[in-house]
């Protein structure tokens, strides 16, 4: 079966690093994508993923490792406004995205 | 740019009745998704076009039909609600399906009692 796999919660101070880890197992694969979602919005995107490595991207970073089945987002300098749930898809060999149930990030002063 | 609207924003429908959800985008993307969020569940994909004219079956399509007469609407409807259907569902869309960022509607919330 399909599965993605993220933790529920964590928590985090502002300014400090927070380190968000996803594990998936997809029919196929063709990109790990993180999306934010801040309670009672849309999800928006943050980054995608198709080769192993890290992408650097501002305050956010996002790394694939293929071979693991492993991604994780990396948000530096924490502020406030980055509490919220973080959603990790895999596009699996159809082109649909596969939804892990969201970590929701605590941010505290 | 609007992007994607939803209506309504929230509605509350009593079991047997029927509803459609509106979507519309401004894009002119050829993709779009209807997904259904529940508390503790990843999204969870519902019916899919990939371009006007043409209809997909997601992962929990059942109770639920779409439509795509043109590229911008997106239609979802409920034929006869039940309570199991209470969600918040999303409307989204792509430029095209292979390897597209998905760009996501406000939602609309439904509670069916």
């Known amino acids: 079966g399909q599965n993605i796999d993220q933790p529920t919660e964590m928590t985090a101070t502002e300014g400090a690093i927070v380190q968000i880890n996803c594990t998936y197992q997809t029919s196929g694969f063709n990109g790990l994508f993180w999306y934010q979602q801040h309670a009672g919005e849309a999800p928006t995107f943050l980054s995608y993923?198709?080769l192993d490595g890290l992408e650097e991207k501002g305050r956010f970073s996002s790394f694939l490792s293929r071979s693991k089945g492993y991604s994780y987002l990396l948000l530096k300098e924490l502020q406030m406004k980055d509490s919220a749930s973080y959603l990790c898809a895999s596009m699996d060999s159809n082109y649909q995205l596969i939804w892990g149930a969201g970590t929701k990030l605590i941010i505290k002063p | 740019t609007a992007g994607i609207t939803q209506a309504p924003t929230s509605q509350i429908l009593a079991a047997g009745r029927s509803m459609t959800l509106r979507c519309t985008q401004d894009m002119r993307h050829n993709a779009m998704y209807w997904y259904r969020q529940d508390l503790g569940l990843g999204l969870r994909l519902i019916h899919y076009s990939n371009t006007a004219g043409t209809t997909g079956k997601g992962e929990v399509p059942d109770g639920y039909s779409v439509s795509r007469a043109n590229t911008d609407d997106f239609p979802l409807t409920l034929a006869s609600a039940v309570p199991s259907q209470t969600s918040v569902y999303f409307c989204a869309s792509s430029s095209s399906t292979v390897s597209d960022t998905q760009y996501f509607g406000p939602g609309t919330r439904l509670t069916v009692l």
């Open positions: 993923n198709v």
